[in-house]
């Protein structure tokens, strides 16, 4: 299957599950497919920068983003880097404060990486089980977001300012392995989601 055929097959994944998703409890006024924020992320091992959209599941127990993150040629040290990004995200302690909500979260993205570096099958030029495959990863995380509700405006409805520490399954694997320091296995990053 090539780039374009596998990006769109998770485009869909994401659209068909989300549609059995919705906690049937909520009545909401718009289509099952628009989506709840949109995001954007600096860092985290997605992207230097990431921008995405982002729906609320099960009485927003989980909340499931599609990013597309870029790295510049001029950071990367190689080329430019694309990458497609299925993240979860839970919440698991909620405490609410005058204004704001603060919430301690957990949880984990899959990332595709396109791009002449990355590859789902080993080139024939490489000998066989002279690399793994490279194109796809996993992302963990732990972080804290602070979350206000607009009650004057129409258009945004709320804003979450979050941070996250995490790690990637790779750097994960190095480290348990003794291969690499693991206190240089974490990145962190900073994010807003913007609620519509």
């Known amino acids: 299957m090539n780039n374009k055929g596998l990006i769109n097959l998770c485009i869909a994944l994401l659209v068909f599950s989300s549609a059995f998703a919705q906690d049937s409890t909520l009545v909401k006024k718009e289509p099952w497919y628009r989506p709840d924020y949109a995001t954007i992320q600096f860092a985290g091992n997605i992207g230097f920068i990431s921008l995405g959209i982002g729906y609320q599941f099960f009485n927003n127990r989980i909340n499931s983003e599609i990013l597309y993150g870029f790295v510049p040629a001029s950071i990367s040290k190689t080329e430019n880097i694309n990458t497609i990004t299925f993240k979860n995200t839970f919440p698991v302690i909620n405490k609410k404060h005058k204004i704001?909500?603060?919430?301690?979260?957990?949880?984990?993205?899959?990332?595709?990486?396109?791009?002449?570096?990355?590859?789902?099958?080993?080139?024939?030029?490489?000998?066989?089980?002279?690399?793994?495959?490279?194109?796809?990863?996993?992302?963990?995380?732990?972080?804290?977001?602070?979350?206000?509700?607009?009650?004057?405006?129409?258009?945004?409805?709320?804003?979450?300012?979050?941070?996250?520490?995490?790690?990637?399954?790779?750097?994960?694997?190095?480290?348990?392995?003794?291969?690499?320091?693991?206190?240089?296995?974490?990145?962190?990053?900073?994010?807003?989601?913007l609620y519509f």
């Open 100 to 193: 704001i909500t603060t919430t301690l979260i957990t949880g984990f993205a899959v990332s595709y990486e396109t791009g002449n570096n990355s590859f789902v099958k080993l080139p024939d030029k490489y000998p066989d089980d002279y690399y793994r495959t490279n194109a796809f990863h996993s992302t963990f995380f732990i972080g804290a977001k602070a979350h206000k509700d607009f009650t004057d405006t129409i258009i945004i409805k709320g804003i979450d300012f979050y941070s996250e520490i995490g790690t990637v399954d790779t750097y994960l694997w190095y480290a348990m392995s003794q291969k690499i320091n693991p206190t240089k296995i974490f990145s962190l990053s900073v994010g807003v989601n």
